[in-house]
């Protein structure tokens, strides 16, 4: 019972929900579905779906991730990031618009919650480590700007193709002659409505005397003034007969049973995209989690976020739906709402499936260009050009790596951009350690304190040799530490210890076991003796057996203090 409660949350918080849980999950439930019906319509539109896909993707996964996740107010949905990445990955497969199309996005759905499954199960949430924050924020960032530019042939009303960012502008600028005017006076006044109500609204109703809970309502309910607006308006003037694009007809029912596709060759194709996608999704899902988390001293369990998004995943692949994962703007609005509990969310799917069921209808005739305007302000909210500064000032490599993943998502796409960002990041930890950091050291005078020779006025002598390895050592950064060590060693120096301080040092890989144990032979030819000093405890569970322990030329000691009073020559006093 105890490892079904692990692998279900919701059997642990389920036991204590109260009925005061049960008011605030449903106050938040409210407002998130507000905000979620023309997002969701929104972010399926941006994936090269129909805009009920959206909806069926925010509903049984959501549902799902109550029974398997263990974020309290995590919102699961349809993202777009992950949208945009579904669109760049079924649409090399399948043609917009056909069947073909949604059966590969119901495919890269079922592949990408299959393998956070199997990361779940075999407890390997640690993967997305190797995604550093700076490229995340650059590939975020980069994404941003795809996403808004992809979204301008919507608020332009002309058909303006590309996946990247010059194919884009070009393709807009070779179709500047078909601009439809109604539909850019739409776009353009449903764009700066919507900045002006994530901006502006709450402090102009809270000037006319609203309560500051109603005006937050009222708030996160303006993309819905802005469709329900811009529906009437078209509908009344019948615009859609001068140009303006709208929804049309969206099916009227509950998320219908899909079947992903299994075509050998269609997984083949979408395998690596749906790997890339999960990580994405699952670093952004993550961090999202233990941020709301940790403000209200919760936990976060990695593996079982993985187990939880996966299920999500599965879950959209056979109810109609595509990739999804947690959303920052809809996780923040449920937190700040009062969400207590995952059930929050299942109120939500089940107002989801209300709306699918009764209010399709009336969005008929939604502009495209609204939906647009709603993805626009949404993404460009990710955009982040302070990381490049930041990074810049602290760390060249990491500004490297930055600009790197921007120019490459910008130029290549996001598929090129999501591997280089993996690749680079994986490439920034072995450049780093490949140089491991050793500081020679010596005596804190009347301290039993060691000290860098470079920064502090410390005791040395001419015989002993006193290296602080600030780094574990593997196969990488081995030979580095041994090269080191024989360049000072040279014919006709004075040196007869040298003493390696362990006390950075938190593991030992065979490779670098075999460089120390010829550094250890070589040293005896030359008459000196090496000498290991604050190993810790693991390091030398691991070294005890090893060929390097048994022939030793020099001792093992428990502190740097302790070497370094046996191996110093002692003043002789005069008699």
């Known amino acids: 019972m105890q490892r079904l409660r692990h692998y279900m ?43 009920e896909a959206g909806i069926y993707a925010s509903i049984a996964p959501i549902l799902l991730y109550a029974v398997f996740g263990t974020s309290r107010a995590l919102a699961v949905g349809p993202v777009a990031v992950v949208s945009l990445l579904t669109a760049s990955a079924v649409g090399q497969v399948a043609e917009q618009g056909t069947a073909g199309y949604a059966v590969a996005a119901l495919t890269l759905a079922f592949l990408s919650g299959g ?45 303006a193709h590309g996946h990247t960012l010059p194919e884009m502008l070009g393709s807009l600028l070779s179709h500047l002659g078909q601009i439809n005017i109604w539909t850019l006076l739409i776009g353009v006044a449903a764009t700066a409505f919507l900045f002006w109500v994530r901006k502006g609204m709450k402090p102009f109703l809270l000037s006319k005397g609203l309560t500051p809970k109603l005006a937050d309502v009222l708030t996160k309910a303006g993309p819905v003034a802005a469709v329900f607006v811009t529906t009437v308006l078209v509908w009344m003037t019948g615009l859609s007969d001068h140009g303006v694009k709208i929804v049309g007809a969206v099916p009227q029912s509950l998320p219908p049973l899909t079947m992903p596709g299994l075509d050998p060759s269609l997984v083949k194709s979408l395998l690596l995209p749906a790997i890339l996608l999960s990580i994405i999704g699952f670093v952004e899902s993550i961090s999202v989690a233990q941020t709301l988390a940790a403000k209200k001293r919760q936990r976060i369990d990695p593996d079982q976020e993985l187990i939880g998004l996966g299920a999500a995943n599965l879950g959209a692949a056979f109810t109609g739906g595509y990739p999804v994962t947690g959303g920052f703007a809809r996780s923040v609005v449920n937190f700040d709402a009062g969400a207590e509990t995952p059930a929050a969310g299942a109120f939500t799917a089940i107002g989801l499936a209300i709306a699918a069921v009764a209010l399709t209808p009336l969005i008929y005739y939604l502009p495209a260009a609204t939906l647009a305007a709603t993805i626009i302000v949404a993404v460009l909210s990710l955009v982040d050009f302070s990381m490049l500064g930041k990074t ?86 081995a030979r580095v530490l041994e090269d080191l060590i024989l360049s000072r060693v040279t014919d006709g120096c004075a040196i007869r210890h040298v003493i390696l301080m362990f006390s950075a040092v938190n593991a030992v890989d065979f490779s670098a076991l075999e460089a120390l144990e010829d550094l250890n032979d070589r040293l005896r030819d030359m008459g000196v003796k090496l000498h290991l000093s604050e190993v810790k405890g693991p390091v030398m569970d691991k070294l005890r057996a090893t060929h390097l322990i048994s022939h030793l030329t020099g001792q093992i000691f428990l502190s740097q203090y302790d070497a370094w009073e046996t191996v110093r020559p002692k003043p002789t006093i005069a008699v």
């Open 9 to 51: 949350p919701i059997l642990q918080w389920g036991r204590s929900y109260t009925r005061e849980s049960f008011s605030n999950d449903m106050i938040a439930a409210v407002i998130v579905t507000i905000m979620l019906i023309p997002q969701s319509l929104a972010y399926a539109m941006l994936a090269g779906l129909p805009p």
């Open 392 to 477: 810049w000032r602290y760390s060249k490599a990491d500004f490297i790596a930055v600009m790197a993943t921007i120019l490459l998502t910008l130029t290549m796409g996001v598929e090129v951009g999501v591997a280089s960002g993996v690749i680079v990041s994986v490439m920034l930890h072995l450049y780093k350690t490949s140089r491991p950091h050793v500081a020679e050291v010596g005596q804190v005078p009347g301290t039993q304190h060691f000290r860098n020779i470079n920064r502090h006025d410390v005791e040395t002598h001419p015989s002993v040799l006193s290296l602080r390895v600030d780094e574990s050592l593997y196969f990488v950064n």
């Open 115 to 159: 393998f956070l499954v199997i990361l779940g199960i075999l407890r390997l949430g640690f993967l997305a480590n190797f995604l550093s924050h700076p490229v995340i924020a650059g590939f975020i960032t980069a994404s941003g700007i795809l996403i808004a530019t992809s979204q301008l042939k919507h608020i332009l009303g002309v058909s």
